[in-house]
């Protein structure tokens, strides 16, 4: 069975910086596209980065291009994302994702997502 836990949340003043962590079980975070998506109160859920497969190549929406980086860890099985400079817009429920593609191919579609993790509260105040 496929477990994602995202840790790392929390509050943090406009500017400062937070890094989300999301551990995988049950499954290698190398063998498909692997992602993060944000959902704030009363809008849709969205993506904020992607990693493909072999970690070569990462994507970003220009909302937080510049900004956040998406990683991944083959030893740990685990996946990052740093996000820096952030802003009051960016306060949302921050959630890991496998894909079901290697290729992100179907980038930041939700109903391209397998596994979700069970997300983690990111508040940013002004």
């Known amino acids: 069975e496929v477990h994602l836990v995202e840790s790392g949340g929390g509050s943090v003043q406009a500017g400062g910086s937070l890094r989300l962590s999301c551990a995988a079980s049950g499954v290698a975070v190398s063998s498909r596209c692997m992602g993060w998506f944000r959902q704030a109160p009363g809008k849709p859920r969205e993506g904020v980065a992607a990693?493909?497969?072999?970690?070569?190549?990462?994507y970003y929406p220009d909302s937080v291009k510049g900004r956040f980086t998406i990683s991944r860890d083959n030893m740990k099985n685990t996946i990052s994302l740093q996000m820096d400079s952030l802003k009051p817009e960016d306060t949302a429920m921050y959630y890991c994702?496998?894909?079901?593609?290697?290729?992100?191919?179907?980038?930041?579609?939700?109903?391209?997502?397998?596994?979700w993790g069970q997300g983690t509260q990111v508040t940013v105040s002004s």
């Open positions: 990693i493909r497969y072999n970690g070569g190549d990462t």
């Open positions: 994702a496998r894909y079901y593609d290697v290729t992100c191919i179907s980038l930041y579609r939700t109903n391209a997502v397998d596994n």
